[in-house]
């Protein structure tokens, strides 16, 4: 386990860098398009488009960081440094995405306990409002899907905040055993003679 954080370190400081930054510029995508309202008072795709973009671009960058990892480890196999650990990738993903993960799972156990009508103030009902507070904040890269799905902010089911999570420890899984394999995803997209 020493041994895991000692050599992970650096690739889940990168996450966790990354997320802080794509959180910034997802948030501002999201307060600049926000506003740009339809002729019937819905929100604009122009919200949506910029939710999509920032969250791809985050995806993006957590699969480039995790490939050079993979073909960083295998080399370290290939010279007898290292033991064969595929789902390294999986694992730094997870240790990375952890305050998210902690965060969804205090929103979900607490949300069924919480009543907004009657008694607001309650623990449970202060404790989803911060975790919900503070996943909204660390994950502002999805602020604008967020807002685009409901404009009010507390319909949405506690779930959406643990699933939000999946993508990025399914791309970084993936780009690492990419990168282990010494293989590109852009050849896929190259014509074949």
Known sequence: MKKFFSDGFD????????????TM????????????LNADKKNSPVLLITSLVSIF?????????????????????DTGRMDKQIFKGFYLSLVANSINIILG???????????????????????????????????????GLLIYIDPNGMTISPFFFLLITIPA????????????????????FKKVK
């Open 105 to 143: 799972l205090i929103m979900v156990i607490s949300r069924p306990f919480c009543d907004f009508v009657n008694n607001s103030r309650s623990l449970t009902c202060q404790l989803f409002g911060v975790a919900n507070d503070i996943a909204r904040l660390i994950q502002g890269m999805y602020n």
């Open 57 to 77: 671009l985050y995806l993006f960058l957590i699969y480039v960081h995790l490939w050079e990892k993979g073909a960083k480890d295998r080399i370290k196999v």
């Open 25 to 36: 510029f997802g948030t501002m995508l999201a307060l600049a398009s926000k506003d740009m």
């Open 11 to 22: 690739i889940i400081l990168k996450l966790l860098v990354t997320q802080l930054g794509m």
């Open 169 to 188: 420890i399914v791309v970084a899984g993936s780009a690492y055993m990419i990168g282990f394999s010494n293989r590109k995803i852009s050849k896929l």
